[in-house]
């Protein structure tokens, strides 16, 4: 077959993460996976390919060095590690091992708290496919197969059973064969003599050893085979199945040792209890003159043991399981019904008995396991991967110029109504049953004050409902706003978040610098006064740097205000201490961890450095600014929002997903705060950065900005846009477009905004 080079791709595949056991974890699946990682090094010996290796003991298997990590199959968190390890290591494709039983969670949903967090395309190769999935195995394996750019089957039934039972088919489906090693075709006798087994007729059944194997069908039907080949010799080769040996022992083989005691045969079989490597492997087939696979399960679409006799030229008696049927079809092994040991005694002792047609039969198998070999199977999963790979759409460059968006009301007026703006919407279509919250409101607050262009009867009206909201949310008795209202206009709550009354201080300051008419400024002075005492008891940063960047509007638009000057004096020092008590040599934030909003917390300390007249905020804001940029920037130099799961981790690097407008914004307005305070347009040029994330210059170059009407999605996922437009969303896309426009005017104009002395 002729196969495309990886490295002449428009972008070259060198670089996969492989996710399955691995030797010497002893099971079928480790030897697989084990067997592919060495036929892609051999025949792509440019790919680095990274192992991700489940691990059922930890700590317990002495993986080799081309294991890059383990993940402890029972262990959540490891799961999310990983995925994060990978997103980070420049792989450009992952391609899974699955097997039910090696990965943890309710049918192995583990996995998917992974994949969930990796933007990479997936490849995933399909052990066992079921008829009758119990209800967890059916939504794991269809979340699986939504993720999955490639499926890799080992035989046509499973493609079949993924149509019927998954409706999943097509080009994503591919029939890949078990791979098997390339040995020339040899005589019994030679190997025979290393085992002890000369002038014996060898029969030979390998693998773990388990229930499903049916190894009780043969033994039964030895009796009649000895009768005819008195020098038959049954070997029995592999370890019990470590799950097996967990649960009873050994007491599954002392049963079998048992019935062949009891069926008089007991001399004629022999059980090697042991996990054998895969050279001696080979040579413990190439001895045999026989080989069956007596498995009890119909379904079975895999056997890496009947792979390999075929392969090695191993004449196969065995049951018609889905494999079986299909790699020995045409002739080329034979079959008899499960549990039949009568039709076993009889096949075995035909084949015996007639070396013509056990050649015959023999190299019938040899000739079909040449289309099987490793490299074959390498050159294939490759070809998978690279249409994987290359179906991602081409990535847009860095520096690529994109066009701002014009400020545009038409999605918040789409969410809002008499009471106020929803929170919350299904796609764009508002969902009424989260009803309203104050945060939301004081947002849209700020941006019908700021937003130009908008009709001046138009911002009359809707800054009057936003206004009204935040007006109602207050409540004397408790001196707290109240944030979260139902679609019934019945408050859910007395007393509402720290942040969402940080932001309606700041709303409000924002109203009585910004509002064209005098009526609203005046109203928003005043609420302003009535409540703003509130700030003084808040004690989270983010809600502080609300109060402080509402106070900072309040002290331009009245500069004598005592109680905003006192909250920007107040908590400036608090966070400067915040930031001493956190700081180390790589570590220039005010927190120990990161979160949400980030960049409010320099902006705030640079607000008030201008309003204060103060060199050391505005200092201390740069340098602040400064490092949570280089956190938010991806290695090609695209902006990137600190991902939700980033949250909590202390002194650890930002995560990559999920990936919030919120912080986009936030990043929009202290780049301008910086600019303010220093005339340096390269902080105009950090803000473009950030803004830019909203039309697609992002880790997924997927534009969540809706530039037609004005909506904005809620989010970046590892598998895409999260498709539903919430108010926080679009109110983060235009009120960065509005900052985005005044600063563009700025550089346009070239002007210089006179640094603090």
Not at 301 to 324: D, E, N, Q, R, W
Not at 594 to 610: C, V
Request: proline fraction near 5%; charge should be negative; hydrophobic fraction near 45%.
């Amino acid at each position: 077959m002729t196969i495309a080079d990886p490295k002449k791709l428009d972008r070259p595949l060198d670089h996969i993460a492989l996710i399955g056991n691995f030797l010497p974890r002893q099971c079928g699946i480790a030897t697989f996976t084990t067997d592919t990682y060495h036929a892609l090094r051999t025949r792509f010996p440019g790919v680095r390919i990274d192992v991700y290796a489940m691990d059922d003991l930890p700590g317990q298997h002495a993986y080799p060095s081309a294991v890059t990590a383990a993940i402890p199959q029972h262990d959540r968190g490891a799961y999310v590690a990983a995925a994060h390890a990978i997103q980070a290591s420049g792989a450009q494709a992952i391609w899974v091992q699955h097997e039910y039983g090696i990965f943890g969670g309710p049918a192995g949903e583990y996995l998917l708290a992974l994949l969930d967090r990796t933007s990479l395309p997936l490849i995933v190769t399909l052990h066992t496919v079921l008829e009758q999935p119990s209800d967890d195995e059916r939504r794991v394996m269809e979340q699986l197969l939504r993720r999955a750019a490639r499926v890799i089957v080992m035989a046509e039934r499973g493609r079949d059973i993924l149509r019927r039972v998954h409706g999943i088919g097509g080009r994503q489906v591919s029939v890949i064969p078990h791979g098997v090693p390339d040995r020339p075709f040899a005589p019994t006798e030679a190997f025979k003599a290393r085992f002890g087994w000369a002038g014996r007729q060898v029969v030979l059944t390998f693998g773990l050893l388990s229930p499903g194997k049916g190894i009780e069908t043969v033994i039964e039907a030895l009796p009649a085979v000895i009768a005819a080949a008195p020098d038959l010799l049954y070997v029995v080769l592999g370890a019990t199945h470590p799950h097996l040996i967990a649960h009873e022992g050994q007491a599954y083989r002392q049963r079998l040792e048992a019935l062949a005691a009891d069926r008089g045969v007991a001399g004629h079989v022999q059980f090697i209890d042991r996990f054998v490597e895969h050279e001696e492997l080979l040579d413990y087939l190439q001895a045999a003159d026989l080989y069956v696979t007596p498995y009890v399960n119909p379904a079975q679409i895999t056997s890496g043991t009947l792979s390999y006799a075929v392969a090695l030229g191993k004449p196969v008696v065995s049951t018609p399981y889905v494999h079986a049927t299909e790699i020995l079809a045409d002739g080329h092994g034979v079959l008899v019904d499960f549990g039949d040991s009568d039709a076993f005694a009889r096949e075995i002792t035909a084949l015996l008995g007639s070396d013509r047609n056990r050649l015959k039969l023999a190299q019938r198998a040899y000739a079909r396991g040449r289309t099987m070999l490793w490299a074959r199977v390498a050159e294939s999963a490759m070809a998978e991967m690279i249409a994987a790979v290359a179906a991602r759409p081409a990535r847009l460059p860095a520096n690529t110029p994109l066009d701002p968006l014009a400020p545009n009301f038409s999605a918040v007026e789409r969410m809002s109504d008499a009471t106020g703006m929803l929170q919350h919407s299904i796609y764009s279509v508002p969902d009424r049953r989260h009803g309203y919250c104050i945060d939301d409101n004081a947002r849209a607050l700020m941006l019908v004050a700021r937003i130009p262009g908008l009709d001046e009867t138009q911002r009359d009206k809707w800054l009057t409902i936003y206004a009204a909201f935040v007006q109602h949310g207050w409540n004397p008795d408790q001196q707290r706003f109240r944030n979260f209202m139902r679609f019934d206009r019945s408050w859910c709550e007395d007393v509402g978040s720290e942040d969402s009354n940080g932001r309606t201080l700041w709303a409000l300051g924002t109203v009585a610098r910004h509002a064209a008419l005098h009526k609203h400024r005046d109203w928003a002075t005043r609420l302003f006064d009535e409540t703003a005492t509130l700030a003084l008891t808040l004690g989270s940063p983010r809600a502080q740097a609300f109060a402080m960047l509402g106070a900072a509007e309040m002290l331009a638009s009245h500069p004598g205000h005592a109680l905003a000057r006192e909250i920007l004096e107040r908590f400036s020092a608090d966070h400067l201490a915040l930031l001493a008590e956190a700081r180390r040599p790589e570590w220039e934030w005010f927190e120990i961890v990161l979160a949400y909003d980030n960049a409010r917390l320099p902006e705030a300390m640079l607000r008030a450095g201008l309003a204060l007249e103060r060199r050391d905020l505005v200092d201390t804001g740069l340098a602040a600014l400064d490092w949570i940029i280089a956190c938010q920037t991806s290695p090609d130099g695209r902006f990137r929002a600190v991902g939700t799961d980033s949250f909590g981790r202390a002194y650890a690097p930002p995560l990559p997903f999920d990936q919030q407008p919120l912080e986009a914004q936030a990043t929009v307005d202290a780049c301008a705060a910086a600019f303010a305070a220093t005339g340096d347009a390269r902080w105009i040029a950090e803000a473009q950065r950030a803004y830019h994330w909203f039309l697609g210059a992002n880790d997924l170059d997927l534009a969540l900005a809706s530039a037609d009407d004005g909506g904005c999605f809620d989010g970046l996922t590892p598998q895409g846009l999260n498709r539903n437009q919430g108010a926080e969303s679009i109110l983060a896309l235009q009120l960065a477009s509005i900052t985005i426009a005044e600063l563009s005017q700025h550089l346009t104009a070239g002007e210089t905004v006179r640094a603090v002395a």
